[in-house]
C-alpha cells in the first residue's frame, strides 16, 4: 500500500476555483514514499496497545482519537473504549458510524499523527512521516496539475463529499470510492478525511530553496501555530475536494474530519 514517486518538477498551485491558495509555481519534490489510504482506525489502535505494552498509559490517553473540544486544556471524550484489561479497542455500537476498523482514524491531534509515524518508524524500520503539504499535493495531482484526481471534472459519486450521500453525510471506509485514486495510485484525496501534514501553515506556502521543498526545521515543528492539511473531508463541497485546496488546523485539537497518511522521504532512508 505504499507508491513510490520519482523527483520530478511539478507544478504545485492550483487552476482557479480551490481555496486559500496563491498563483501557480514550479516546485521540485524530491522521490517520496506514501501511503495508498489513510491510516486506518485498526492499525491506530494497535499503536495505542504498544503504548499501554512499553508502560505509557499516560502517552495513550494523550493520543486516543477524542471528540472535538473547545479548547485545547479540555479533553473530548474518548471515541475508543477500554477492556477490563486495559487495552483499547474500537466501540461496537452499530449507531456509531466513525470508529469503523477500515475507516480513517480521524479526532485526533496533529502530535499524535506524528507520534504514529515515529512509532512507525520504530517498528519497520523505515523514516515513516507526516507528508508534507507540496508531496501530499504531488501525491494527489501527479505533475499536469490536475484539478482532482481523476482529472478536472467533477460527479458527487466519485469521492466522498456533500453530495454524495442518499442518506446522511458521514465518513466511509478507506476504499469506498475506487473513483478517487490520483494516477500514482493513492486513494481518497479528494474526499472523505483531511490529512494532516507536516509543514506549519504559511499562507504563501512552504518555504523553498531555489525552488526546491525542504523539510520543515525544528523551529518549525516546535511551533504551536496552525499546521497544514490538505483533502476533501466528507462533509465538503466540491471546491474543497481539489486537490490545491489547503487548509490549517489547530495542532492541538482533534477535529471529526481530519485525519493522516504517512510517508518517507528516499532521501530521509538514505540517511538513516
Not at 475508543?80 to 469503523?100: A, H, K, M, N, Q
Not at 469506498?176 to 506556502?205: H, K, M, Q
Not at 490538505?230 to 486537490?243: F, K
Amino acid at each position: 500500500h505504499t507508491h513510490t514517486a520519482p523527483p520530478s518538477l511539478g507544478a504545485d498551485r492550483p487552476r482557479e476555483g480551490a481555496v486559500g491558495v496563491r498563483s501557480r509555481i514550479g516546485v521540485w519534490v524530491d522521490g517520496f514514499v506514501i501511503k495508498q489510504y489513510p491510516v486506518t482506525h485498526a492499525e491506530y489502535v494497535l499503536f495505542l496497545n504498544a503504548l499501554l505494552a512499553a508502560g505509557q498509559e499516560e502517552l495513550a490517553l494523550i493520543h486516543v482519537p477524542r471528540e472535538q473540544s473547545s479548547t485545547a486544556d479540555d479533553l473530548g471524550a474518548m471515541a475508543y473504549r477500554r477492556e477490563d484489561s486495559g487495552i483499547f479497542v474500537l466501540p461496537d455500537d452499530p449507531d456509531r458510524d466513525i470508529c469503523w476498523p477500515d475507516q480513517p482514524v480521524t479526532m485526533i491531534q496533529w502530535k499524535s499523527a506524528r507520534a504514529y509515524a515515529e512509532w512507525l518508524a520504530q517498528e519497520t524500520g523505515l523514516p515513516w512521516r507526516l507528508p508534507m503539504e507540496f508531496e501530499w499535493e504531488k501525491s494527489a495531482r501527479g505533475v499536469d496539475g490536475r484539478s482532482y484526481p481523476w482529472g478536472d471534472a467533477f460527479d458527487p459519486s466519485w469521492a466522498c463529499m456533500k453530495d454524495s450521500h442518499e442518506h446522511s453525510v458521514q465518513m466511509q471506509r478507506v476504499n469506498t470510492f475506487p473513483v478517487d485514486t490520483s494516477i500514482y495510485g493513492v486513494r481518497g484525496t479528494a474526499g472523505n478525511t483531511r490529512d494532516w501534514c507536516l509543514d506549519r501553515f504559511r499562507e504563501a506556502g512552504p518555504p523553498l530553496v531555489k525552488g526546491r521543498l525542504i523539510l520543515p526545521t525544528a523551529e518549525d515543528l516546535a511551533d504551536t501555530g496552525f499546521k497544514s492539511s490538505r483533502g476533501g473531508s466528507y462533509g465538503n463541497s466540491a471546491s474543497r475536494a481539489r486537490s490545491a485546496d489547503r487548509d490549517w488546523w489547530f495542532p492541538e485539537r482533534s477535529y471529526i474530519g481530519r485525519g493522516f497518511r504517512v510517508a518517507w522521504g528516499l532521501n530521509d532512508r538514505a540517511k538513516s
